[in-house]
């Protein structure tokens, strides 16, 4: 007589750690002898899963079912089952498989009327059942892992506790206490970015207006606090318009929605009907507001790609320029409350900097830089950097910090970075940032007699310092010298007096001091690739005989000259034509600043804009510079 196969236990589901040996049982009758195959999720057939019991040992869950038939072709399949995994690693080696709780539920304070999620996860063999209760009593139905609770009030408030048990043992989990909070005592948010990412630019050797000493240190110093605060930086050194143009057009494609933007400068500047221009490096004299950086304009950009912060610091002078013409009418975007505009003086007024302990600094770049770090709302920080610069007796009465801002968020620069569910956007920001900051890695050139080793390091992103050092010389060869050229030349914008040694305390130090070091400066600059010349100078033991050898290296575009910011057209801009034409490759100027601080002495950041002694200087009625009237409506400013 024949019997069709019918299953008398099913295989029961589990929950247990990583790696932990797991067997999984059918039982069931039929006529004959039966046979059984085991099956995965994806319905392939498990090797050697051929018997009533399947012994598995997982990293990751997986299901399975089995099918049993006889010889008769008739057959069953069992109900699926899980082996769930759950990442738990202090399970004594004596489980049997009663409840172990994994996750307990976390009490809470929420606000009236929000949703809030009470969750509770063991581990079991077999998978155990939830029972959630509150203040002892059961809530009917509520009886898997998570627990949600809609429009909080009154009445879901009190103690949750979770039952978990299968057919060994009961374990209770710990319980959760929920709480309304007060009107006035809403749990306030965690503000996050979804990145961070800071452009700074520092303006000091000008070709028609005195030189300045403090952008150096200043940017450096602020990009190193920056970058602690997590913020992908981009910091460069004497920008020409068309380069400023081309870095900030680059910075504005890092920028997106929770994007935590800020924009710093030092240089000259000044202010002309409501708005605010940074004087680039080729800047003529008299120079017209074609010639420099509108900041109305970058901010407008900024706020047009709708980062989340966008923050505005500048160190620079605000003298008014033809104050008697027709002030700017300029409509802003619609209300987005996220920018900040930090001045390091008030309008009309110079900021100043200062030799500080044998190093040059700007006073507001001092301040800001003592307080940026803080985690405090960015509007409090230049608060507090307001404070110390009033107190200040070299600058009192002569520059006070100007803040303004559309917040209408507790912002922090502090504030952490939250990636998840912007994968996409941050691969592309990081591999944009990599771009201009990628040093060259350590590389070696063997000689007759002897190794150089050459190391990279980046004081800014367009200043590389390359490091020599001689190593492994043989008997053969003494008195090593070492010299490193680069082609093309780079100029060396910190050879003046006193600056050179502020750029070799710059350096990191390595622990040991190279033979040689050579400093290329302006590398956005550059038309191709650099070529490293290393020249070795030795005496041959033997002969006595000095003798020269040579080797080059080519290293590509390192740093910010491999965005080719040269050869960026600029975007937007307005009335290009009437631009000077400088040819700032070959004809940029680093004159010898005379007008340096004494120590404990301010020294202006405001450009000279003043008409060289010619026929044509005594028809001008004033000093002012030559400027275009911009009433454009399409832009904005605060």
């Not at 932990?20 to 009758?29: K, S, Y």
């Not at 809030?116 to 079991?124: D, S, V, Y």
């Not at 000493?213 to 068309?242: C, I, Y």
């Not at 201009?436 to 990279?456: H, I, K, M, Q």
Request: glycine fraction near 6%; charged fraction near 20%.
């Amino acid at each position: 007589m024949r019997t069709e196969v019918v299953i008398l236990q099913q295989p029961m589901s589990v929950c247990v750690p990583p790696n932990h040996e797991v067997t999984l049982r059918v039982q069931a009758i039929g006529t004959g002898a039966l046979k059984y195959q085991w099956f995965d999720k994806q319905q392939t057939e498990v090797a050697g899963g051929t018997e009533s019991e399947l012994t598995v040992s997982l990293q990751r869950s997986g299901k399975y079912i089995c099918r049993v038939s006889d010889l008769y072709c008739n057959y069953q399949f069992t109900e699926w089952v899980k082996v769930r995994i759950l990442d738990e690693t202090g399970v004594s080696c004596t489980w049997r498989g009663e409840p172990h709780i994994v996750i307990h539920p976390i009490s809470q304070t929420v606000n009236p009327g929000e949703t809030f999620t009470l969750k509770c996860a063991a581990l079991g063999k077999p998978a155990p059942a939830y029972q959630w209760y509150r203040n002892g009593r059961i809530l009917p139905k509520q009886t898997t892992e998570t627990l949600r609770i809609e429009n909080a009030s009154a009445d879901t408030v009190g103690s949750y506790l979770c039952a978990v048990s299968n057919n060994l043992e009961e374990r209770w989990s710990e319980a959760a206490e929920i709480e309304i909070a007060p009107p006035d005592q809403h749990p306030t948010p965690t503000l996050m970015a979804t990145d961070k990412v800071a452009l700074l630019i520092g303006n000091l050797n000008y070709n028609h207006h005195p030189g300045l000493m403090a952008p150096t240190m200043d940017v450096h110093e602020l990009a190193n606090l920056l970058q602690q605060l997590g913020f992908r930086v981009v910091s460069l050194l004497d920008l020409t318009l068309q380069e400023m143009q081309a870095a900030i057009d680059k910075f504005l494609q890092l920028l997106d929605r929770g994007v935590y933007a800020v924009f710093y400068y030092a240089g000259h500047g000044y202010e002309h009907s409501g708005r605010n221009y940074l004087v680039a490096i080729d800047a003529p004299r008299p120079y017209r507001t074609e010639n420099c950086v509108c900041v109305q304009r970058v901010m407008h950009s900024m706020q047009e790609r709708k980062a989340q912060l966008n923050v505005i610091l500048l160190d620079t002078c605000r003298k008014w320029y033809k104050q008697k013409g027709p002030s700017s009418e300029i409509k802003p975007l619609a209300p987005l409350g996220n920018t900040v505009y930090g001045y390091a003086t008030s309008e009309d007024a110079e900021a100043f900097e200062v030799q500080d302990g044998g190093k040059s600094t700007g006073i507001f770049t001092k301040y800001l830089n003592k307080h940026v770090l803080k985690p405090e709302r960015v509007t409090h920080v230049l608060e507090q950097v307001s404070e110390d610069l009033g107190k200040d007796p070299l600058v009192h009465g002569r520059q006070v910090v100007e803040i303004r801002h559309t917040l209408t968020e507790p912002r922090a620069l502090t504030d952490p970075v939250q990636t998840s569910g912007h994968t996409m956007e941050l691969r592309r920001r990081d591999a944009c940032w990599k771009q201009a900051n990628v040093l060259p890695g350590r590389r070696s050139l063997d000689f007759p007699y002897c190794t150089v080793e050459l190391s990279f390091s980046a004081l800014f992103s367009n200043v590389l310092v390359v490091f020599g050092k001689v190593r492994n010389t043989s008997a053969k060869a003494q008195d090593c010298t070492l010299i490193l050229e680069s082609e093309p030349q780079m100029q060396d914008i910190f050879s003046g007096s006193g600056r050179s040694e502020e750029m070799d305390s710059l350096l990191v130090n390595s622990g040991e001091t190279p033979d040689c070091t050579l400093r290329l400066c302006c590398l956005q600059r550059l038309q191709g690739s650099l070529v490293i010349k290393v020249t070795l100078h030795y005496t041959q033991t033997q002969t006595k005989a000095r003798l020269t050898e040579s080797k080059e290296l080519d290293i590509g575009r390192p740093l910010i000259a491999s965005c080719k910011l040269n050869q960026m057209r600029p975007v937007d801009r307005r009335q290009e034509s009437r631009v000077h034409t400088v040819d700032h490759m070959s004809n940029i100027r680093y004159p010898h600043h005379q007008n340096h601080p004494r120590p404990g002495q301010p020294y202006t950041r405001k450009a000279e804009n003043r008409l060289q002694s010619s026929a044509k200087s005594t028809s001008m009625s004033s000093n002012e510079p030559e400027e275009n009237d911009e009433n454009d409506s399409s832009e904005f400013t605060m």
